[in-house]
C-alpha cells in the first residue's frame, strides 16, 4: 500500500481538550501507525507536547482568544511556507470556521494544486443566516470534498452552502472508538461498586452548556423516580450551566437520585460508561453522539433525540430509543427497567452495532479511500488572481 504525506489543519490540539482535538489526535496516530506521515498544523496557543508525528504550531499573526483561533496575513503566509516546503499529498481541514483549517486548505488546493479535504464536525444552531453563509463559502471555495461525520451534519453542510456544493463528494465517516478500551465489564456489579453507585444507573456525560441541554436529566428525572426510587442519574461533566442543573435538582428534591459528579478524566469515563445500564443524550443539536457510541461500546442501549445525530447511531428499539420529547425519554427509562430481559438484549445489539460500524480500524480504513479518491479525483482549479500574478510575474521574468 502506498503511504501518503497528510497535512492536518485545525486551530483546536492537543493539549486543549475537546472533541475535534482529540478526533485529530486519534486519527493522526492511527495513521502513523499504518505508515502515513502525518503533519499537523495548529495554533502554537495551547503549548506543546510529544507526539509519534510532526506537529506545526503556528504563530504568526492575531491570536482571537475568544474564539481559540488565529487570523491575519502573517498566518496564512507561514501555512503557505510550510505547505511549500512539504508538498504533502493531500491537506485535511477541521471544520469551515477554524481559520487555520480554511486557510491552509484552499492554499493548498486554490494555489500549489494540493486536494484537501473537509470534516464538518458540528453545525449551528438555528436557521442558516445569510452572513454564516457567505462566510462559509468563502471558507470551503476551493475544498475539493467533504467529509460529514452524520447524516445531520451533512444536510447542514448542503443547506449552508447550497448550490456552491457543486458536484463535489461528501463522504460519510463517523468519528471512531476504541472498542478494546470501551467494552462491557466482566460484572456489572463491581463495576457500579468502582463508581461507588448501586442500583440502575442512566448516566449522561457532557458539557455543561446550555446548547447540550443537560438541564432536562432533573425534569426527565422526575418523571422516572416516582416509579423507581431506585434509579440514579449520574450527570459527568462541568460548565456553565452547573448551577442551574443543581438549583433544579434541590427544588425537585432529586439529591438522592441525581448526582453530579463534575469534570472526570477520559480513563475514569470508562469505568461510568462500564456501570451504567442506560445513556441518556438530551442534546437536541447534536452533530453525531460519541458518548453515545462509546455507551454502546460498552453494552449500554442510548436514548437519544430523533432529529439529532444520535438518530445514526440508534436503532429504535434495537440498540436503544429514540424520542421527540423529555416525557417519552422518561417512559422509555421506565420500560427498560420494568424488562431487564429487554435492557439486556439492547444493550448485546449495542455493542455489537458499535464494534461492527465505529471501532477505530474501520474508520480509519474508511479515512484512507476517502483520501485517495479524493487525490485521484482532484482537478487542479487554482484562483484566478494567482494564475494572473504567475503570468505577470512570468512576463515580468522575460523581460
Known sequence: METLKIAMATDWFLPRVGGVEYHVATISELLTERGHEVHVLT???????????????????????????????????????IIKKEHYDIVHGHNYFSPISATAMNIASGIYGIPSIMTIHSMGEGPIRHMERFFANQATAKVTAFIAI?????????????????????????????TERWKPPKNKEEAKEKIGVNGPIILTASRLSIRKRVNAVPKIAKMVVKEHPEAKFII????????????????????????????????????????ADIYLDPTKIEALGMAV???????????????????????????GFLYRKD?????????????????????KHAREIAAERYDWKKIIKDLERAYRTTISDYEYRPYKIYEVWKRWKERKKSY
Open 43 to 81: 495554533n502554537a496557543l495551547f503549548g506543546q507536547g510529544k507526539y509519534p508525528y510532526v506537529v506545526h504550531r503556528i504563530d504568526k499573526g492575531i491570536n482571537l482568544r475568544f474564539w481559540n483561533v488565529r487570523v491575519g496575513y502573517s498566518m496564512a503566509k507561514e501555512i503557505a511556507d
Open 150 to 178: 452524520s447524516s445531520v451534519t451533512e444536510e447542514y453542510l448542503r443547506n449552508l452552502l447550497g448550490k456552491n456544493m457543486r458536484a463535489r463528494k461528501v463522504w460519510r465517516i463517523p468519528n471512531g472508538v476504541d
Open 236 to 275: 459527568v461533566g462541568d460548565g456553565v450551566e452547573r448551577k442551574t442543573i443543581e438549583t433544579s435538582i434541590r427544588q425537585k428534591k432529586l439529591g438522592n437520585n441525581v448526582i453530579m459528579v463534575g469534570a472526570k478524566p477520559r480513563e475514569e469515563v470508562v469505568q461510568y460508561m462500564k456501570a
Open 293 to 319: 457510541i462509546e455507551a454502546q461500546a460498552c453494552g449500554v442501549p442510548g436514548l437519544g433525540y430523533i432529529k439529532s445525530g444520535v438518530r445514526d447511531i440508534v436503532e429504535n428499539g434495537k440498540n
Open 327 to 347: 416525557k417519552e425519554a422518561a417512559e422509555q427509562i421506565k420500560y427498560l427497567l420494568d424488562n431487564p430481559d429487554e435492557l439486556k438484549r439492547m444493550g
